[in-house]
Every structure is written in structure tokens, then in C-alpha cells.
């Protein structure tokens, strides 16, 4: 392979080209996918017409399921020594559907894929479409590298819908706790004394959890919500439960402001006499690694598709492609709907992602991510530096 800027281009804009001459199907699975929300580990509809718009194409491997994810898929098409696989993500978030975008990133993802697909072989590339259900949720990124679904990879891409546009998603470390604490039932009146309160334990922590924020270490994060509160104000609650979250930007700095949030429930439990259970929720996300020359090509192609990184931004959530970024070179920027336009996980911004702006984010992103791919496979220097660090994953996890 040469760096040669004429033969850059020609793939580029025929890549481009494709993905236009797509638009219409791309957007109609984006809106579908839109209109039919599905939650991590049921995203049953998504898989399935995430593989008909795959079928048919010549020289596809297509499996739907992999592992222990009914709900995933792996395409494959190409059989290049430099492997690159593209994620889709299609989870929607309770009660809110798409307020995160994931109708963009799969359809974005879905666009890099067919408009590189004729080219793999020409590229030299082994071109690997991998659908990732349960983002929100249980981190299927994390169990799809230990199940070897990224494993012989070189590099790994996804973009991000967002109000900005940045070269890549300023991630925490993040776990998710799932706490319990058990008291004893009585009555409210007649014989309160007899009871042991569980929600005065909820209570108790959540208070210790706000005065504990005074103390934690630059970049930390303790947030939460109650699921279980109690059946009637005249009965002294015996079972309280709860779901939060905990963050920091290292895995060091996770464990520690994880030991400070149990000391304040196992604390609470301890002042009112109530036994609390803490279970870890779904998988540990690590904090992102962008991988510096994939980040260069990307900023690059987005520019010239009108999308100009802005990188003042500040940590905000958590991604399992930030597991796969220790395992692979990757990438996860954040393509703008509209400067200054909504918030992620909001109302607003689930419908702002079938809005015009949410459309050409997902035209766009498919076409920068497949221009990005087209600089690794053609640039000497990034394609040799790729080569050198297959993702063991599966290996390193065991």
C-alpha cells in the first residue's frame, strides 16, 4: 500500500458516493429503529433488520447472535490482512427511546460498512460490522471481547451523535451498583418501635452520599435513584432498593471512589440496624483511549464534511467502547445535530435525532467513518503501526 493523495481521494469520494446514493435506505432504517425503541438485551427488532439490510450482498459472513447476545450481529466482507471493524450501537433508554441517538449510530455504522464494501479487497481490508446491543445497560462491548468478537481486529470506529462536535467522547470509568437494604415490617402508628426502617437506611446513605460529593477527588461521580420505596405510608418499609452509578477518568480512581460510596451504605445500614446488599450492575467500563493517528484522519475527514472538532469539552459519561479502545486502536467522536441543540438523554434529543440534523449526522458520520478507515488502509505509516497490535482480547480477559 502507498500513501498516494490521488488514489485517497478517488476511494474517498467514491466511498461518499455510495453512502449518498444510500441515503434513502439508510434514514428509513435509522427512523425505523427510531419508531420501535428496544432497551439492551432486547433488541430483537433492531438485530433482525440489521441483517436484512445486510443480506444479499456478495461475498458477506453474516451471524446473527453471537455468544451469549441473541441480540448481536457480525458481518464480515473482505478478506484483507487489516481487519477494521465498525460498531453499531441500537439500545434505546427506558422511558425515553432514542434520547441518545442510537438510531444514528447504527445507521451510520450501516453506511461505512456498504460504502466500503466493494473497495475491501482493493483496500486491503478485512472490513467487520459488529452490532452492540445493552450500551446503556450491561456493556456488550465488554462481553463481546471477551466472547473473541473483536479478536484479530487492528482498529475499531463508531461516531456519536451530540450537540458538538468533538474528536472523541471525554469518557469516565464507570460501575453500575445495584443496593438493597432489608429491614422489618411493623406498623407505622400503632407499633413503630418494632420495626426496623429501610428507608430510613436509603434515607441515611443518600444523605452521606451528598456530603461525601465536599470530599471526592477531582473527577469523581456518585449518582442514583430509589426503585423500591416502600408499599404504604402506615407500614414501617422493610425493603428499600435502589440503582446508581459511580464514575471516575482511571480504573485506580473508580476503585476508590467506589470503597467511599459502600462505606456510606454499609455505614447506614450499621446506624439503623438494617442488613444492606451491594451488587455490581452489568460490566465495568473503562475510560476512553482514542487512538491518536485514527483521531488525526477523522478530524480531518469531518472538516471537510463541514463538522469541526471542537476538544474543549469536559468528561461526560461512559462508554463500553472504552473497553475496546484498551484492547484495539479506536475511535468514538461526537458528531454534531446542531451547535447548541439539546442535550443528550432528553426528550428533545430523541426527537432531534430524526430531525434533518439528526439525518445528516448519520449521512455524514458514515461517510467520515469511512474515510477514516480509508486513510488507515492506504496511509503506509498508520496501516504498518495497525498491523503490529491485533486485538487478543478474548485471550487477555480470560
Known amino acids: 500500500m502507498t500513501n498516494q ?5 478517488e476511494h474517498k469520494q467514491e466511498s461518499a458516493g455510495r453512502v449518498d446514493a444510500l441515503a434513502d435506505r439508510l434514514l428509513a432504517f ?3 429503529l427510531h419508531a420501535q425503541p428496544e432497551t439492551g438485551l432486547n433488541e430483537e427488532m433492531a438485530a433482525t433488520w440489521l441483517v436484512g439490510e445486510l443480506s444479499g450482498i456478495e461475498g458477506i459472513r453474516i451471524q446473527h447472535g453471537l ?6 450481529v457480525r458481518a464480515e466482507i473482505g478478506n484483507g490482512p487489516l481487519v477494521a471493524v465498525i460498531c453499531a450501537e441500537y439500545d434505546a433508554l427506558p422511558g425515553l427511546g432514542h434520547a441518545c441517538g442510537h438510531n444514528i449510530i447504527a445507521a451510520a455504522g450501516l453506511g461505512a460498512f456498504l460504502a466500503l464494501a466493494p473497495a475491501a479487497d482493493e483496500l486491503g481490508l478485512t472490513l467487520r460490522l459488529l452490532g452492540t446491543p445493552a450500551e446503556e445497560t450491561v456493556g456488550g462491548k465488554v462481553i463481546m471481547l471477551r466472547q473473541g468478537d473483536f479478536d484479530g481486529s ?3 470506529v463508531m461516531v456519536h451523535p451530540s450537540n458538538r462536535d468533538e474528536s472523541s467522547m471525554l469518557a469516565y470509568a464507570c460501575v453500575g451498583l445495584d443496593v438493597a437494604f432489608s429491614g422489618k415490617a411493623a406498623h407505622a402508628s400503632d407499633e413503630p418501635y418494632k420495626g426496623v426502617n429501610a428507608l430510613d437506611a436509603m434515607t441515611l446513605a443518600m444523605n ?3 456530603l461525601a460529593r465536599q470530599q471526592l477527588e477531582p473527577n469523581q461521580q456518585m449518582h442514583g435513584i430509589i426503585t423500591a420505596g416502600g408499599q404504604a405510608s402506615n407500614i414501617i418499609p422493610d425493603h428499600i432498593a435502589g440503582e446508581w452509578m459511580v464514575r471516575a477518568d482511571s480504573l485506580e480512581s ?9 462505606r456510606c451504605f454499609e455505614g447506614a445500614a450499621l446506624a439503623t440496624g438494617a442488613t444492606v446488599e451491594i451488587k455490581e450492575n452489568g460490566e465495568v467500563f473503562t475510560d476512553m483511549l482514542p487512538h491518536p493517528g485514527l483521531t488525526a484522519a477523522y478530524v480531518k475527514n469531518a472538516a471537510a464534511l463541514g463538522h469541526h472538532c471542537d476538544d474543549s469539552g469536559v468528561l461526560n459519561g461512559s462508554t463500553d467502547m472504552g473497553n475496546v479502545s484498551h484492547h484495539v486502536a479506536s475511535i468514538h467522536p461526537m458528531i454534531s445535530l446542531d451547535d447548541d441543540g439539546p442535550d443528550g438523554h432528553t426528550h428533545e434529543f430523541a426527537s432531534a435525532a430524526v430531525s434533518p440534523g439528526g439525518d445528516a449526522a448519520a449521512l455524514n458520520g458514515a461517510k467520515a467513518l469511512a474515510a477514516t478507515i480509508i486513510d488507515a488502509a492506504l496511509d503506509a505509516g498508520l496501516r504498518a503501526e495497525l498491523l503490529l497490535k491485533p486485538c487478543r482480547a478474548s485471550e487477555l480477559m480470560a
Not at 254 to 262: C, I, S
Request: charged share 20%; no cysteine.
Open 5 to 9: 493523495a490521488p488514489q485517497l481521494t
Open 67 to 72: 455468544g451469549s447476545l441473541p441480540t448481536a
Open 254 to 262: 473508580l476503585d476508590r471512589v467506589k470503597a467511599r460510596w459502600r
Open 154 to 156: 487492528h482498529l475499531a
Open 208 to 210: 452521606a452520599v451528598a
Open 30 to 32: 435509522s427512523h425505523r
